[in-house]
């Protein structure tokens, strides 16, 4: 890699506390358009708003998702912002291309009715049946990222005001309060936690495979998969649509949309705004099928 790109790298790990994830991704993407530069015999300094298009136009042409190609803008624009504050160069030739304009999706989620259902489920006694039970309510309760929850700790809970305590994106933290169902859950949970392995276990993390190491990512979505499987719902579920379910839910009944934001860790209300359009295509769905001449 380039001396400039390794600096500003680091500058994303160790000044804006950005996640491992984001930095990788960052990563990836400006290598990408380093290889298209290469291509084109140009270097960083070289590149303008029209070879930027192009690099573009080109993501285009392999049908990339367009919020992909807005992903690698943005790496490409804060790249150069960073160049221009470091004084390696004048201008941001990124500033004036324009982000690919996105579909408008409405996310997946659970109805109240489908989500009982999906939460009947594991009933079994095995601890590691437990530790799925424990984990789908505490997603559902709290709204958290799956990053989040299998970076929880046993020091992150508290019971005694059913609280739990959060690291999000930028290494944010904030506490979020979760419900009684969830506290049982958990509370059987983590009697029996020193049952995995043998008890030969990360003693400090929460959710543990059966090695009795820290869950993974990968771990929750076929937990999820699983049960969905097992539930009624014949639709793709994943594990950040019991987030977009907790987030449906609360505005259903009546909580604030700045409420909803802070409980998910959203920068800005623009990124909850998202769940009123979710919500009115529940509010139809529920006029059709209810009112006498819809």
Not at 95 to 105: A, G, L, W, Y
């Amino acid at each position: 890699m380039s001396d400039k790109l390794t600096k500003f790298l680091d500058f994303l790990k160790y000044e804006k506390n950005a996640s491992p994830h984001t930095v990788s991704g960052y990563q990836r993407d400006l290598l990408q358009f380093k290889n298209y530069l290469k291509n084109k015999k140009l270097n960083w300094e070289q590149a303008d708003n029209i070879v930027i298009r192009g690099f573009l136009a080109i993501l285009y042409e392999k049908k990339v998702k367009k919020s992909t190609s807005s992903r690698k803008l943005a790496a490409i624009r804060s790249f150069y912002q960073f160049c221009i504050q470091k004084k390696w160069m004048a201008d941001n030739p990124a500033k004036i291309v324009s982000t690919p304009k996105q579909e408008k999706t409405v996310p997946s989620f659970l109805t109240e009715e489908e989500m009982a259902e999906f939460l009947d489920f594991p009933r079994s006694e095995k601890v590691l049946d437990l530790r799925d039970k424990a984990m789908l309510e505490l997603l559902y309760a709290s709204g958290i990222r799956v990053s989040e929850l299998i970076g929880l700790n046993l020091e992150d809970l508290n019971f005694d005001e059913r609280l739990i305590r959060v690291k999000g994106k930028g290494k944010k933290e904030r506490m979020i309060p979760f419900g009684r169902t969830a506290e049982e859950s958990l509370q059987i949970y983590i009697s029996r936690r020193m049952m995995i392995n043998k008890g030969k276990i990360d003693e400090g993390a929460l959710f543990l495979n059966y090695r009795g190491q820290r869950l993974s990512t990968r771990s929750v979505e076929r937990t999820v998969s699983f049960y969905i499987q097992r539930s009624a719902v014949r639709r793709k579920i994943s594990p950040h649509s019991l987030r977009h379910s907790f987030a449906s839910h609360l505005l259903s009944r009546g909580a604030d949309l700045r409420v909803i934001q802070e409980l998910l860790g959203h920068e800005s209300l623009a990124t909850t705004q998202k769940y009123t359009h979710m919500d009115l295509r529940h509010l139809l769905e529920v006029y059709k099928k209810s009112h006498p001449r819809s």
